[in-house]
């Protein structure tokens, strides 16, 4: 509160980084197009005043939010990104056209947006929970909407030194967990994109998180020595790295000019406790399951054979008067083709809106719902590469052509439609996490 500068209805801060004990400039402009310092700092007020009730953390998001969406000329009336025009400039005198006007840094803008939606949640402001959709659906038309592939900028052959036209070609993970929180919060208030939500999670989000140190140790080899500084280490660093995501990854590639980018571990790993925490809930006694995808809850444990087969079972540890799932997106509404048992006996479902209602259930009754699932073959352009893609339900199983160094959707053993189980340990809590 003490570093923006404050007008009353709104608010921003004059700048975007800051030294200790600093005095802003209050004479300075009000930042226009691509500063997105308001829109980081939003989403901890919010979540300051939801957590405390603090009255004037509250009050310093409402002023940056109404900055952020009306007047930082970051964003259109519909939600369309607005390109900053450090960038427009350059791509206009580089392809002598000037009428470019929609694009930018996505990730920027995603996170400006995860605010803005933040607090419309908080507040219940449905002109800015529907302004937030809308500027999501415009979003994901922006790179692959089947794999969840979003380039870091979205704008025409952006040149980025030393290898120009090459970031329009790679996706960062911090766009995908941003759409990932996005699409999980808008679900949440109310407009369904659990479809999207999981496609993305099973495809590129998952294919993102570095699960192997073979390739690494392979693409050193063909790269020139280099001497180890004082400040570096060389001490089994792919080893070190398990677990974290792609900073700039192809379609097809765990890596396309950086390995690992720590912004998008950190980002990914919030993205990781929003889907666990919101892919399932429980109220009044109410069951409902937005994402066919393993988790144990203290409610029922969820084991899905998607992809290898259209099966999810449900194994119950407490009565529900209601239970509802989320159908698969590629079965239409009403459809007769998906069916269920309770107890090996046949259990009548009835539709409502994408969910399928399974009337009540009692502590250990084992529940199977069954349905088709198919193999298609796709061809899409996706980050300025054409690609073929063999999909199983929602899941991409194969690309071609593959990658050079690490690989993604090497996953051919989906398509065997003999389910593959790995025993683990699964975490269920014991005190229920606030949805923030």
């Given at each position: 509160?003490?570093?923006?500068?404050?007008?009353?209805?709104?608010?921003?801060?004059?700048?975007?980084?800051?030294?200790?004990?600093?005095?802003?400039?209050?004479?300075?402009?009000?930042?226009?197009?691509?500063?997105?310092?308001?829109?980081?700092?939003?989403?901890?007020?919010?979540?300051?005043?939801?957590?405390?009730?603090?009255?004037?953390?509250?009050?310093?998001?409402?002023?940056?939010?109404?900055?952020?969406?009306?007047?930082?000329?970051?964003?259109?009336?519909?939600?369309?990104?607005?390109?900053?025009p450090p960038i427009r400039e350059d791509w206009a005198q580089r392809n002598n056209n000037e009428q470019l006007q929609y694009g930018?840094?996505?990730?920027?803008?995603?996170?400006?947006?995860?605010?803005?939606?933040?607090?419309?949640?908080?507040?219940?402001?449905?002109?800015?929970?529907?302004?937030?959709?809308?500027?999501?659906?415009?979003?994901?038309?922006?790179?692959?909407?089947?794999?969840?592939?979003?380039?870091?900028?979205?704008?025409?052959d952006y040149p980025n030194e030393p290898q120009p036209r090459i970031s329009s070609c790679a996706c960062e993970t911090c766009e995908?967990?941003?759409?990932?929180?996005?699409?999980?919060?808008?679900?949440?208030?109310?407009?369904?994109?659990?479809?999207?939500?999981?496609?993305?999670?099973?495809?590129?989000?998952?294919?993102?998180?570095?699960?192997?140190?073979?390739?690494?140790?392979?693409?050193?080899?063909?790269?020139?020595?280099?001497?180890?500084?004082?400040?570096?280490?060389?001490?089994?660093?792919?080893?070190?790295?398990?677990?974290?995501?792609?900073?700039?990854?192809?379609?097809?590639?765990?890596?396309?000019?950086?390995?690992?980018?720590?912004?998008?571990?950190?980002?990914?790993?919030?993205?990781?406790?929003?889907?666990?925490?919101?892919?399932?809930?429980?109220?009044?006694?109410?069951?409902?399951?937005?994402?066919?995808?393993?988790?144990?809850?203290?409610?029922?444990?969820?084991?899905?054979?998607?992809?290898?087969?259209?099966?999810?079972?449900?194994?119950?540890?407490?009565?529900?008067?209601?239970?509802?799932?989320?159908?698969?997106?590629?079965?239409?509404?009403?459809?007769?083709?998906?069916?269920?048992?309770?107890?090996?006996?046949?259990?009548?479902?009835?539709?409502?809106?994408?969910?399928?209602?399974?009337?009540?259930?009692?502590?250990?009754?084992?529940?199977?719902?069954?349905?088709?699932?198919?193999?298609?073959?796709?061809?899409?352009?996706?980050?300025?590469?054409?690609?073929?893609?063999?999909?199983?339900?929602?899941?991409?199983?194969?690309?071609?052509?593959?990658?050079?160094?690490?690989?993604?959707?090497?996953?051919?053993?989906?398509?065997?439609?003999?389910?593959?189980?790995?025993?683990?340990?699964?975490?269920?809590?014991?005190?229920?996490?606030?949805?923030?």
């Amino acid at each position: 509160r003490e570093l923006v500068t404050d007008k009353g209805q709104y608010a921003f801060f004059p700048s975007g980084h800051f030294a200790p004990h600093a005095k802003p400039d209050r004479t300075f402009p009000m930042p226009l197009n691509g500063v997105e310092t308001g829109g980081r700092t939003t989403q901890g007020a919010v979540q300051l005043y939801r957590l405390t009730g603090y009255e004037p953390a509250l009050r310093l998001a409402d002023k940056l939010v109404h900055y952020t969406r009306y007047l930082s000329g970051n964003f259109d009336d519909e939600g369309r990104f607005l390109i900053e025009p450090p960038i427009r400039e350059d791509w206009a005198q580089r392809n002598n056209n000037e009428q470019l006007q929609y694009g930018g840094h996505y990730h920027n803008h995603t996170l400006m947006l995860q605010s803005i939606l933040e607090y419309a949640l908080a507040v219940q402001n449905r002109e800015l929970i529907e302004f937030s959709a809308r500027s999501f659906d415009w979003a994901k038309t922006q790179g692959s909407n089947l794999i969840g592939f979003f380039p870091e900028f979205i704008v025409p052959d952006y040149p980025n030194e030393p290898q120009p036209r090459i970031s329009s070609c790679a996706c960062e993970t911090c766009e995908i967990a941003d759409m990932l929180a996005i699409g999980a919060k808008l679900s949440e208030g109310g407009i369904d994109r659990w479809e999207d939500v999981e496609r993305w999670t099973r495809n590129h989000f998952a294919e993102s998180q570095l699960r192997r140190a073979d390739w690494v140790y392979r693409m050193g080899d063909q790269m020139p020595p280099k001497l180890v500084e004082f400040n570096m280490t060389a001490n089994r660093m792919p080893e070190r790295n398990l677990g974290c995501f792609a900073g700039w990854s192809a379609a097809n590639d765990f890596v396309v000019r950086y390995g690992v980018q720590q912004c998008c571990t950190g980002n990914a790993a919030r993205a990781l406790f929003y889907l666990w925490q919101r892919m399932m809930d429980c109220e009044d006694g109410n069951l409902r399951l937005h994402m066919l995808m393993n988790r144990a809850s203290p409610w029922a444990d969820i084991y899905s054979h998607i992809p290898y087969s259209g099966q999810v079972d449900l194994k119950f540890k407490t009565s529900c008067k209601r239970v509802l799932v989320h159908a698969p997106e590629w079965i239409p509404t009403g459809s007769s083709e998906i069916t269920a048992q309770v107890n090996g006996k046949p259990r009548e479902v009835s539709w409502r809106q994408r969910y399928i209602d399974l009337g009540s259930v009692r502590a250990k009754d084992r529940v199977f719902i069954k349905f088709p699932i198919d193999e298609k073959t796709v061809k899409e352009r996706i980050g300025g590469i054409d690609y073929t893609l063999i999909v199983r339900g929602n899941t991409v199983v194969h690309i071609d052509p593959p990658g050079k160094y690490g690989r993604l959707y090497e996953r051919d053993f989906y398509r065997d439609p003999s389910t593959r189980w790995f025993k683990v340990d699964r975490f269920v809590y014991d005190k229920e996490l606030p949805l923030y």
